[in-house]
């Protein structure tokens, strides 16, 4: 112990250095104006709630979906990102704004972090990746970390209970060289706790399943509707391995069409308390990286015994659909007659490609050619009276790389998403929605427990900085309420659609909204226009899907949640909604990663952007081919004093009068490029 103290007193200065000795002169500064202040507050309070940091160091701490406080740097009594923290909330100067300073740590998000392994002053200490872990982390110093200085390593956090004093871990793996792809990649996943492999007992009790495979389907068939004779396929990525979904369609003797949405019955094999359902919970979802899929659960299931593969018996959880015989007739709309939500047996006659589905519509030819032109009528009406009643479309396409032997980007592409891609789209959001729906008529108020997906209205600040965004574009959208038409809001995006301002107006509409996150308290989901909202359709690679197919049979066998479970589920919605959260930060880590390193070999080239942001130390330009963002600082967009106008959102050169301003393009090459942050600089282009 006396050991640790004496390290921990060298290593202020030699390990510190002057730059966080004046770091921390300046927080302690803080800290003695907060006591100052804490002598005028009016009242105190303790509160219980996540701490969510920006990479710059400030804090808020959620309370839940709609209220969060403030907190400085100083207070953060070694809170980090995620950790649910108590802390004390006081009212200062004279009651004016609201502050918060972290008094204990209930439950860390994560104690692994991965960084670069460095030595200084004769200490070994890890610097992280991600720059919300606002000090270094010691390692104490061992010959067998020589050989790992300088490489990306995983490291743990043993012992950090001064928030003065920093961290003290050891070295749990060595990754690798910097700059490296599988190196970067594995950073990525491992930052985020993403695991790649599964320990032995999931995977062997994944091999049992599979095992008992056909034992474990002829005795759910007793118990379930038999539709193994119904024309079913599945449509999607050419890519794809595991199929949670697909649609089955016949015509009735009446002549109306009954459409089926089937989605895998993964809740049958994965029980709640095994090993696999232990870790499809700590995984929460799929992951996706530019190269890699990371499933949630072991290959033999969700490529193998779940996955809705061609000419094999499956078990599903479908909701069915009548729709009027006309409802697939040009210019009448459609007619949905009744719906039901039923566990049933499929076997899928065959699995198409976007591609290939997309062919058999535009030709007419082919395997269920007719069923398939049939669906695409009737998705678009669908999605027609989802857009009429509020509904926000967005269709940004996704980046795409195409990758050499090395795994080194030699092309980059938008993928834009087609018809078929909608038509998907359109009867899952139809199934989600209707399970909803079915759950609030079966099931009494006081004993309906559900993982609603949920999607609050934008706060205020965010909607006024969207209306004037849109102002200095040339477009008007009314706020009423403090909120807007979301109506308005999509014939602003459909008139934008062609130009080259409307990947920004895509961008700035995403950006003001709230985050859709998972709960049991049901607000509704303001972007898509429904009242009642759940994931139902994706249990292969979500994992409150697989939660909702328990509550459906639950409730379908008239059974009942018990309320002292309620807040356990409330806890795990919230959780799966931060993996959720984690998980889309590493794919969109991984594919910042491949835009700076495709960019880094073509430095002498010129490019064309597009300004998607204006500040006052600069203009963010968005590379076209790419979508890579950079910034061009104020002092290299040439020989003027430019001021920043907020109301016109430009900045404006006092001699030259020259401007720039959202949406313009412009010429730019590469000035400064960063591929271990995964950033980079522009400037201008003559």
């Known amino acids: 112990m006396k050991k640790t103290k004496r390290l921990k007193k060298r290593t202020q200065k030699s390990f510190l250095g002057n730059e966080q000795e004046k770091k921390k002169e300046k927080e302690d500064g803080s800290r003695a104006l907060y006591k100052k202040r804490e002598g005028v507050e009016q009242h105190t309070h303790s509160i219980e709630g996540i701490l969510r940091l920006s990479a710059s160091g400030y804090g808020r701490i959620i309370l839940d979906d709609k209220t969060d406080i403030k907190i400085e740097k100083g207070f ?63 390692i104490p110093k061992e010959d067998s970390h020589k050989e790992a200085l300088g490489k990306k390593v995983l490291v743990t956090i043993e012992n950090w209970s001064d928030p003065k004093e920093p961290p003290e871990g050891k070295i749990l793996r060595v990754i690798g060289k910097p700059n490296t792809h599988e190196t970067e990649m594995l950073s990525i996943l491992l930052d985020k706790g993403i695991e790649i492999d599964f320990d032995t007992k999931v995977e062997n009790e994944a091999k049992q399943l599979k095992k008992n495979g056909s034992t474990l389907l002829e005795k759910a068939l007793k118990e379930r509707t038999d539709y193994r004779d119904v024309s079913t396929f599945t449509i999607d990525p050419d890519d794809a391995k595991d199929f949670d979904d697909a649609i089955s369609y016949q015509t009735l003797p009446n002549g109306d069409l009954e459409i089926g949405v089937h989605i895998a019955d993964v809740s049958h094999y994965v029980q709640p308390g095994t090993a696999l359902d232990k870790e499809a919970v700590k995984r929460g979802t799929s992951t996706y990286l530019v190269d890699r899929t990371v499933p949630m659960l072991p290959e033999i299931l969700s490529n193998d015994l779940c996955s809705l593969n061609p000419k094999e018996d499956k078990l599903v959880f479908s909701t069915l659909f009548t729709f009027s015989k006309e409802s697939i007739k040009k210019g009448v709309p459609f007619l949905l007659k009744k719906h039901s939500v039923e566990k049933l047996v499929i076997n899928s006659n065959k699995r198409f490609t976007y591609e290939e589905a997309q062919k058999a519509i535009d030709t007419g030819e082919g395997e269920y050619a007719t069923e398939l032109r049939a669906l ?76 609603y997906r949920i999607h609050d209205k934008p706060d205020k600040d965010r909607v006024l900085e969207l209306v004037q965004l849109l102002r200095s574009l040339g477009y008007t959208l ?181 401007s720039f301003r959202l949406g313009d393009t412009i010429k730019i090459k590469i000035k400064k490029i960063d591929i271990n942050n995964k950033t980079l600089e522009y400037e201008l282009a003559g």
């Open 76 to 138: 953060l009594n070694t809170g980090l990102n995620n950790d649910i923290v108590q802390a004390t909330v006081g009212s200062f100067w004279h009651g004016k704004q609201k502050m918060a300073h972290v008094e204990k740590i209930i439950k860390r998000a994560k104690t692994d972090h991965v960084g670069t392994l460095k030595e200084k002053g004769g200490y070994y200490y890890l610097k992280p990746q991600d720059p919300r872990v606002y000090m270094d982390i010691i």
């Open 376 to 451: 695409n009528i009737l998705s678009k009406k669908i999605a027609k009276q989802n857009k009429e009643k509020g509904a926000l479309s967005f269709s940004q396409g996704e980046v795409k790389f195409v990758l050499d032997k090395n795994k080194r980007p030699v092309d980059v592409y938008i993928k834009k998403t087609g018809e078929t891609n909608e038509m998907i789209e359109s009867f899952m959001l139809l199934a989600n929605k209707t399970v909803t729906e079915f759950i609030q008529k079966k099931v009494p108020k006081e004993d309906r427990l559900f993982i």
């Open 478 to 658: 009314h706020i009423k309420d403090n909120t807007f038409s979301s109506k308005e809001l999509n014939q602003i995006l459909r008139s934008t659609e062609g130009t080259s301002e409307a990947n920004i107006v895509q961008m700035a509409t995403i950006r003001s909204m709230a985050k859709a996150i998972y709960s049991i308290q049901n607000i509704g989901h303001f972007g898509l226009a429904f009242e009642n909202y759940t994931h139902f359709t994706s249990p292969i690679r979500r994992y409150p899907d697989i939660i909702v197919h328990r509550l459906l049979k639950t409730y379908l066998e008239g059974k009942k949640v018990p309320q002292t479970k309620w807040s356990t589920y409330q806890r795990l919605a919230q959780e799966l909604s931060n993996k959720e959260k984690d998980t889309m930060d590493a794919e969109r880590s991984s594919i910042k990663y491949k835009q700076v390193e495709y960019l880094s070999e073509r430095k002498d080239e010129k490019f064309s952007g597009t300004i998607t942001s204006i500040t006052e130390w600069g203009i963010y330009v968005e590379e076209e081919k790419t979508r890579t963002e950079g910034l061009i600082r104020i002092r290299n967009l040439g020989n003027d004093f430019f001021r920043y106008d907020k109301i016109k959102m430009a900045l404006i050169g006092s001699k030259t009068k020259k």
